[in-house]
């Protein structure tokens, strides 16, 4: 009965290639989002994603890109990947400006 | 940007002591939101406060938000080793809108028996 999912839990890859993240909620919300938190533990929205309105963070490179195919699922997509893309990423969701809940976190590592 | 600072970002404490965390803002949030976040997992919701002035307890802890909404404390009571995590506070957007939080830098705690 796992509120907010990730897969996967660790993932480990080289300068270049392409990867996505998946996420799915099982709580009926109809926010979904993703924060990176960094190797000092500072965790910052990159995606917002409501009813099929899309809010981006202005800091993050357009290699990154959410995909939602359905109300319960955003996944994140990230292209030609670069060392400084090494981090936490959590995936939450919220009833619109209610309380949000995180996953436990995709741990990307770029070699 | 609005942006939360978080004091201190680092603190070793022994067990039984007293501690409160500190958190800053520039800006008015509609809201002022309390995670603690273990090792390995993601941040947990302990307490969120709305109103301008609110204190809330929650066993040990208690929080307050600034008359202004523009900042926030966490006061830990006879804090044990259980405590021991990372706090970090978040503001929430006005509007009730689909904005994602804003972040402190996190307050890493050490609680030593």
């Known amino acids: 009965d796992t509120a907010v999912s990730q897969t996967p839990k660790y993932l480990v890859t080289q300068m270049g290639n392409d990867k996505s993240i998946k996420c799915e909620q099982n709580l009926g919300h109809d926010t979904m989002y993703w924060y990176k938190q960094d190797s000092k533990k500072f965790l910052k929205i990159m995606f917002s994603y409501n009813n099929k309105e899309l809010i981006i963070n202005e800091t993050v490179p357009n290699r990154f890109s959410p995909k939602s195919p359905d109300k319960a699922h955003l996944n994140l997509h990230i292209n030609s990947l670069e060392l400084g893309d090494s981090a936490v990423y959590f995936c939450?969701?919220?009833?619109?400006?209610?309380?949000?809940?995180f996953g436990p976190g995709t741990r990307l590592t770029v070699t | 940007t609005q942006l939360l600072e978080q004091s201190p970002q680092f603190l070793s404490i022994q067990e039984g002591e007293n501690l409160t965390v500190y958190c800053n803002s520039s800006?008015?949030?509609?809201?002022l939101q309390w995670y603690r976040q273990e090792p390995g997992e993601g941040p947990v919701l302990l307490v969120t406060v709305v109103t301008g002035g609110e204190v809330k307890k929650l066993k040990r802890l208690t929080f307050q938000f600034g008359d202004a909404r523009k900042d926030s404390s966490l006061h830990i009571t006879a804090a044990q080793p259980g405590d021991t995590g990372l706090y970090l506070c978040?503001?929430?957007?006005?509007?009730?809108?689909?904005?994602?939080?804003?972040f402190g830098k996190g307050t890493h705690l050490i609680i030593q028996p």
């Open positions: 939450a969701s919220s009833q619109v400006g209610k309380r949000q809940y």
């Open positions: 978040a503001g929430g957007d006005s509007g009730g809108g689909a904005d994602g939080l804003t």
């Open positions: 800006s008015v949030f509609s809201s």
